[in-house]
């Protein structure tokens, strides 16, 4: 039972209009702590490989911490927006998806100008265990399946109890100056930077996706 407010929504609505939030974040208003405990809890009855439970999650509140990511965020983005790998510069040759990516592309920008302001930045963290020492293509499939199925549940459970997030993979391409700001010890890694805010406005929509035939495929590709 949850201690704060919870939107009436379906499973198949919530699973369908949990979007990436960036514009509606509310930059004004204070996040309860308790509260994100509440979306923590639930995220830590997702799966885990093998039941390693090799998790952790950094809740960000302090200004001066929030600033210094936002600091790192900024400056990374700017490198990957002008970059040949923009988000605005894909599918170039479909106006419509093209459109698309350039409105996600805009959305983007403008957290990257206000991810200080966010009340709340959570960031979830894997462990190494088993004697690995560093993340590699080998291992990194039981710490992902870890860690990404608790991001989700954490997200589904914020857009229920009205807050927005986004998952944002900006900060790991700076990962060291993010230890340096975390005090990550050197065998835990963060997956991701999580803004955390209430949403303004109630309308989110299912997205616009490829037809299920073209992404389907039955027995073989």
């Not at 509140?61 to 894909?90: G, H, K, L």
């Not at 009205?162 to 944002?168: A, M, P, S, V």
Request: net charge negative; hydrophobic share 40%.
């Amino acid at each position: 039972m949850s201690d704060y407010p919870v939107v009436d929504l379906s499973v198949d609505a919530l699973l369908t209009t949990t979007r990436s939030v960036r514009r509606r974040l509310d930059l004004t208003r204070p996040v309860p702590l308790g509260l994100i405990r509440e979306c923590l809890e639930i995220a830590v009855q997702a799966p885990t490989s093998s039941n390693l439970q090799n998790w952790g999650f950094i809740v960000v509140t302090d200004a001066a911490q929030r600033r210094a990511i936002a600091d790192v965020y900024r400056r990374t983005w700017n490198m990957i927006a002008t970059s040949p790998f923009a988000v605005a510069e894909r599918f170039e040759d479909d106006p419509v998806r093209n459109r698309e990516q350039h409105k996600v592309f805009d959305s983007a920008a403008y957290l990257a100008e206000h991810l200080g302001e966010v009340p709340v930045l959570m960031i979830p963290c894997v462990e190494l265990v088993d004697g690995d020492v560093t993340l590699t293509g080998d291992n990194s499939n039981k710490y992902w399946a870890s860690i990404m199925p608790a991001a989700w549940n954490y997200m589904l459970a914020a857009r229920s109890r009205g807050l927005g997030t986004t998952w944002t993979g900006v900060t790991v391409m700076a990962d060291g100056e993010m230890r340096a700001i975390l005090g990550l010890p050197d065998n835990v890694y963060h997956a991701t930077t999580i803004p955390t805010a209430y949403y303004t406005g109630s309308t989110f929509r299912r997205a616009q996706r490829l037809p299920l035939d073209d992404v389907v495929h039955l027995d073989r590709w």
